[in-house]
C-alpha cells in the first residue's frame, strides 16, 4: 500500500516551458489535492477534486490546470511555468472532503 | 479572510518538557479539527484528530483540546522530544457539509536537548 505517490521529485524549468506533475492514491478515495508551500505560507490550495469527474478552484489556481484522469490519478499542469511557481507541490486525497488528507512526498520546482 | 490562525510562527521547548502549540478559528461551522506535522524534504503526515463533540482526545504524547467557546484548540506534546522538532499544521474542516480541511499558516516547533 503506497498510500499518495507524486512524480517526478525534483524538476528545474525554463521560463515558458510546461510540465505535468503526477500524482496517485491507492487508497480508493474520492477526493484529491493539489497544494503549494511556500517558505512562511503554509498550505496553499491550487486544485481539488472531491470526486472522479469533478475539479474545482482552490486559493491560487491562476497558471495551473487539473486533470482527474480516474479515481486513483489527478494531475498538475503548468502550462507555461514562470519564476513565481518555484514551489513544493504536495498532493493530497481523502476518503470524502472534510476527511483527513494523506499527502504525497512532495515535488520540488524551480523555474529559471 | 483567514479562518484557521496559528499566530506563534515559531516555538522553542527544552526535551521532556511540555510542548504547547495553539490555533484559534472563526467559523462557527468548523466540526472536525486535526493536526499535522511536517518534517523538512516531507509531505504533512496526519497526526491526531478532535470532533466537536468532543472537549478532548488523547494519543500517547499527544492531546489535543478543543474550547468551542473561544473557538481555540491547542496540541500538548508531553514529554517532548528531539523527534518532535517540526512544523506543526492545524486544519478545520465543516465535516458533515463535506467541506474541504482550512489549513493554518504553521507553526515551527524546535525541541532542544
Known amino acids: 500500500n503506497a498510500g499518495v505517490t507524486q512524480t517526478p521529485k525534483f524538476q528545474v524549468l525554463k521560463t515558458g516551458q510546461s510540465m505535468t506533475l503526477q500524482c496517485a492514491q491507492d487508497?480508493?478515495?474520492?477526493?484529491m489535492y493539489w497544494y503549494r508551500q511556500d517558505p512562511g505560507m503554509g498550505l496553499r490550495l491550487i486544485y481539488y477534486s472531491a470526486s472522479e469527474g469533478t475539479t474545482d478552484k482552490g486559493e491560487v489556481p491562476n497558471g495551473y490546470n487539473v486533470s482527474r484522469l480516474n479515481k486513483r490519478e489527478f494531475s498538475l499542469r503548468l502550462e507555461s511555468a514562470a519564476p513565481s511557481q518555484t514551489s513544493v507541490y504536495f498532493c493530497?486525497?481523502?476518503?470524502?472532503?472534510?476527511?483527513?488528507?494523506?499527502f504525497g512526498p512532495g515535488t520540488r520546482l524551480t523555474v529559471t | 479572510d483567514q479562518q484557521v490562525k496559528q499566530n506563534s510562527p515559531s516555538l522553542s521547548v527544552q526535551e521532556g518538557r511540555i510542548s504547547i502549540l495553539n490555533c484559534d478559528y472563526t467559523?462557527?461551522?468548523?466540526?472536525?479539527f486535526l493536526w499535522y506535522k511536517k518534517y523538512p524534504a516531507e509531505g504533512p503526515t496526519f497526526l491526531i484528530s478532535i470532533s466537536s463533540i468532543k472537549d478532548k482526545n488523547e494519543d500517547g504524547r499527544f492531546t489535543v483540546f478543543l474550547n468551542k467557546s473561544a473557538k481555540h484548540l491547542s496540541l500538548h506534546i508531553v514529554p517532548s522530544q528531539p523527534g518532535d522538532s517540526a512544523v506543526y499544521f492545524c486544519a478545520a474542516s465543516a465535516r458533515r457539509f463535506k467541506n474541504k480541511l482550512v489549513f493554518g499558516a504553521g507553526t515551527i516547533l524546535r525541541v532542544k536537548s
Open positions: 493530497a486525497s481523502s476518503v470524502d472532503r472534510g476527511d483527513e488528507q494523506y
Open positions: 467559523n462557527s461551522m468548523f466540526d472536525y
Open positions: 487508497m480508493n478515495h474520492n477526493s
